[in-house]
T-cell receptor, first 114, second 110 residues
């Protein structure tokens, strides 16, 4: 199974809502990532988890809170978002470390903040 | 910050023609990867070339890497309508995570 799944596919939320994005993989990968992609722009790295520990946080605002409950799951908790946070949120996984490993991406969650 | 810069930003060719996209980057790399993205969906890994490699092939894809010029190219031969997508180069920064270039939007005209 080389699939990364993400739920929900689409999410519309108000600025006072709390919601969560979920990501799951069963490839045995021990590195998982969140990327944010605005329209017509490349993906930008937000967070990296390696062996279920947060290893990289690319200066993301605290209204985004990642969580890695186990080696197969990755969540992104959202609270008090701004309209400019509307984007496609992509999850990816790979083998960890510097070893020239490809990343496997999920289909993304398209988030709209109203 | 973005490491790679793709050229051209958009490319439209006829089906059957070859498509060439270029990528330049700024810092030293462990490897360079190319990904395809269809219309706002997830990215699909196409090919990875290590810093000590100069050329790599995978089916209709040919990738070159010139570390002295900090540049790479992706050639898609005998293009098909299904190749219509955005193509991104990405560099690994040394401790997980990828930095993507701005991307080339490729349109294959039937």
């Amino acid at each position: 199974d080389t699939e990364v799944t993400q739920t929900p596919k689409h999410l519309v939320m108000g600025m006072t809502n709390k919601k969560s994005l979920k990501c799951e993989q069963h490839m045995g990968h021990r590195a998982m990532y969140w990327y944010k992609q605005k329209a017509k722009k490349p993906p930008e790295l937000m967070f990296v988890y390696s062996y279920e520990k947060l290893s990289i946080n690319e200066s993301v605002p605290s209204r985004f809170s990642p969580e890695c409950p186990n080696s197969s799951l990755l969540n992104l908790h959202l609270h008090a978002l701004q309209p400019e946070d509307s984007a496609l949120y992509l999850c990816a996984s790979s083998q960890p470390g510097v070893g020239s490993y490809e990343q496997y991406f999920g289909p993304g969650t398209r988030l709209t903040v109203t | 910050s973005q490491q790679g810069e793709e050229d051209p930003q958009a490319l439209s060719i006829q089906e059957g023609e070859n498509a060439t996209m270029n990528c330049s980057y700024k810092t030293s790399i462990n490897n360079l990867q190319w990904y395809r993205q269809n219309s706002g969906r997830g990215l699909v890994h196409l090919i990875l070339i290590r810093s000590n490699e100069r050329e790599k092939h995978s089916g209709r894809l040919r990738v070159t890497l010139d570390t002295s010029k900090k540049s790479s190219s992706l050639l898609i031969t005998a293009s098909r309508a299904a190749d219509t997508a955005s193509y991104f180069c990405a560099t690994e920064r040394g401790a997980d995570g990828l930095t993507f270039g701005k991307g080339t939007h490729l349109i294959i005209q039937p």
